[in-house]
């Protein structure tokens, strides 16, 4: 038992070990490596670029072990030896590399020359080499990629040539002899632009005071294009930025860069060669290499990886708009905007503001709409009330005017008894005036039930109508001339004319019974004695215009809109001087309104009323005139006025 409990906790102790060693052993495996092999060392001025090109591609997950031949300042054989064996004692303690990549020629004429012994089977990716014969040799081998380094005379020169009409002579400076690629750049170009004269001014010969010199040599006919001009006779190594500002500040020409340094410092820029482009590509390749994916390209020209970088002020200087520079351009010094330089604020302030303004709206709307509802509940409230109160004076009056009739009917049954028991019977004065008297009063309260009658009709909408071709003067005549007799009980004289014998229309003769009787009624009830009623007709652009105009009361203005609303008295007072329950002018309104006819009022307090009636003179179709007998319908009239002028007392 002990044995085994030993047994338990060293297996338990190597279980943990493994655990802990393990996931370091898989980190070591994973992580990948590349090795980049610069000919410079890092204070070079192309350095840098090309190593974050390489990073921007790789990421942080890949490692790039780097090593500096360092063969611009030390290019003996001693150093390649050194280098060499350097490298071997390293690789042969080192993992294997998944690529190894190659920056500028020296490094890659090493790599080459060395490929088997020490890069046997590692693929090669090259940057920034710009020997043309070197790329050839190193592209026939197996695996050997890259990107080379080319200078964009000609792209440089169509700038010049777009944005510099005074241009005529085209220097490149350059601090190589004319041996170097310089010479191969200006036979090409002598050769292709005819326009221009070319010449090479070597700047290696100069001190910094001849560069000064040389810039102000120039006349507004030169254009210059800078290669390398940074180290100068004095072997002090000038930086681009002090030639471009010795030339910029010595002279007014455009200088344009080949190389993407001193832009700024006085030069325009120009399509320029852009090591962190070509680090980035080469990147991209050794990455895919290692991650064995297909490599699309297997060489790339530096060309197509140039950057168009120009300087802002420059621009402006020599009037260059953005718009016409080449797309994808680079504008370095350009003043931050308002706008970039605060839409990280701008944005979510505009957003709040936007929301906050919504949301102002929004309760602007809501409280708006509530006023509305409210002004609307209260309107509804105060027609409500209207209507209750207007139904209150209505079932007072109508109490009114029931009780009234019944009163005298009673009073007057009471005389005839009383006469009876005095045996007055024989009196047939006394019994006949009574009888009168209940007879008007019966017509009273038949006025009154009839209009009640048809106001539900009209609420209800079944009111009959029943339209006939007719001649309306005639029947209009008629009933005018029924109301004479009423009206000579008051004094009052009723003149009829018309402007047309015969009007032949289609109309509802009991409801034109109605109306006219109507009118008429509360023209001699509102009149004084003595006064005149008027009744005219018309024929006016195809309606017939009926106007009934009396020289009584008038109406005040503030209730004119109102009489036609059913149960509405100007005078709502018991005492008023004449009885009425209100509806008669709601009832007119209807049938005319069933004539698709138009009824309104002129009035003037004290000076009378004029009511006009305009109903559209229309036929039947396929519809007799209809004969009107003046026998029967004199009866007819007869008997209606004697109702509707029931309240009107001789
Ligand atoms: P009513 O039965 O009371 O006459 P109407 O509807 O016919 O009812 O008339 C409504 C009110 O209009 C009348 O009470 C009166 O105040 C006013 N009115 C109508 N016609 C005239 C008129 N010709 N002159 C003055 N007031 C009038």
């Not at 294009?225 to 940074?230: A, E, G, R, S």
């Not at 209009?476 to 229309?505: C, G, K, Q, W």
Request: net charge negative; proline share 2%.
């Amino acid at each position: 038992m002990k044995l085994n409990k030993g047994c338990f906790k060293i297996g338990l102790l190597l279980v943990i070990a493994i655990i802990l060693i393990y996931p370091k052993k898989a980190y070591a495996v994973d992580k990948k490596e590349i090795l980049f092999i610069s000919s410079n060392n890092p204070s070079f001025v192309t350095f840098n670029d090309q190593v974050n090109g390489l990073k921007a591609s790789l990421g942080d997950n890949i490692q790039l072990q780097i090593e500096y031949m360092d063969f611009r300042a030390f290019s003996s054989v001693e150093n390649e030896e050194n280098f060499y064996n350097l490298l071997k004692y390293k690789l042969s303690n080192y993992r294997d590399f998944s690529s190894v990549i190659l920056g500028d020629d020296e490094a890659l004429a090493f790599a080459v020359k060395y490929r088997n012994e020490l890069f046997k089977n590692i693929p090669m990716v090259f940057l920034g080499a710009s020997d043309a014969g070197l790329i050839d040799e190193a592209l026939k081998l197996d695996n050997v990629f890259g990107v080379n380094e080319i200078e964009s005379v000609h792209e440089n020169i169509q700038l010049m040539k777009k944005f510099h009409k005074d241009v005529k002579n085209i220097i490149f400076l350059d601090r190589y002899d004319e041996k170097w690629r310089t010479k191969k750049f200006l036979d090409d170009c002598r050769k292709t632009y005819k326009e221009y004269t070319f010449e090479a001014i070597n700047t290696r010969e100069m001190n910094q005071d001849e560069i000064k010199m040389l810039a102000e040599s120039f006349t507004k006919e030169d254009g210059v294009l800078m290669f390398y001009p940074v180290n100068f006779k004095d072997d002090k190594v000038s930086t681009y930025e002090e030639v471009s500002k010795a030339l910029y500040e010595n002279s007014s020409i455009p200088i344009y860069n080949i190389i993407g340094y001193g832009i700024g410092s006085g030069s325009i820029g120009g399509k320029t060669i852009n090591h962190f482009n070509q680090g980035k590509e080469a990147g991209e390749i050794a990455r895919d290499i290692l991650l064995g994916n297909e490599i699309k390209n297997k060489y790339i020209s530096g060309n197509d990886v140039n950057q168009y970088i120009f300087d802002y002020n420059r621009l402006k200087d020599f009037n260059i708009k953005e718009k016409d520079l080449p797309k994808g351009s680079i504008i370095l010094n350009k003043p931050i905007t308002f706008w970039e330089q605060y839409r990280t604020i701008i944005i979510p302030t505009t957003i709040l503001l936007i929301g906050l303004f919504s949301i102002i709206i929004a309760l602007i709307f809501f409280i708006i709409n509530r006023i509305k509802y409210a002004k609307e509940l209260l309107k509804a409230k105060q027609l409500a009330e209207e209507i209750n109160q207007s139904k209150g004076h209505f079932i007072s009056n109508i109490s009114h005017e029931l009780r009234t009739p019944v009163t005298v009917i009673m009073s007057a049954m009471q005389l005839i008894r009383l006469k009876i028991n005095k045996n007055e019977c024989c009196n047939n004065t006394g019994i006949d005036n009574n009888l009168t008297i209940i007879n008007q009063n019966c017509y009273r309260l038949l006025r009154l039930i009839n209009n009640i009658i048809d106001t539900a009709k009209i609420e209800g909408g079944f009111m009959d109508f029943r339209p006939v071709n007719i001649n309306a003067v005639e029947l209009i005549e008629s009933i005018v001339e029924s109301a004479v007799p009423y009206a000579e009980t008051r004094e009052l004289n009723i003149i009829f004319d018309t402007t047309d014998e015969e009007i032949y229309m289609s109309l509802d003769p009991n409801k034109i019974d109605r109306i006219v009787l109507n009118l008429l009624s509360n023209a001699i009830k509102f009149s004084k004695r003595g006064g005149t009623i008027e009744v005219n007709i018309e024929n006016k652009e195809n309606k017939m215009r009926l106007s009934v105009k009396d020289s009584g009361i008038g109406i005040d203005e503030g209730k004119i809109d109102q009489i036609f609303e059913k149960f509405v008295q100007v005078d709502e007072s018991f005492m008023r001087v004449n009885e009425g329950s209100g509806i008669g002018l709601s009832i007119v309104k209807s049938f005319v309104g069933i004539h698709d006819g138009d009824i309104y009022v002129k009035s003037e307090i004290n000076e009378g009323s004029e009511f006009i009636i305009e109903i559209p003179i229309r036929l039947l179709e396929n519809e007799e005139i209809i004969d009107f007998n003046l026998e029967g319908e004199e009866e007819a009239v007869l008997g209606q006025t004697k109702v509707e002028f029931s309240d009107i007392y001789f």
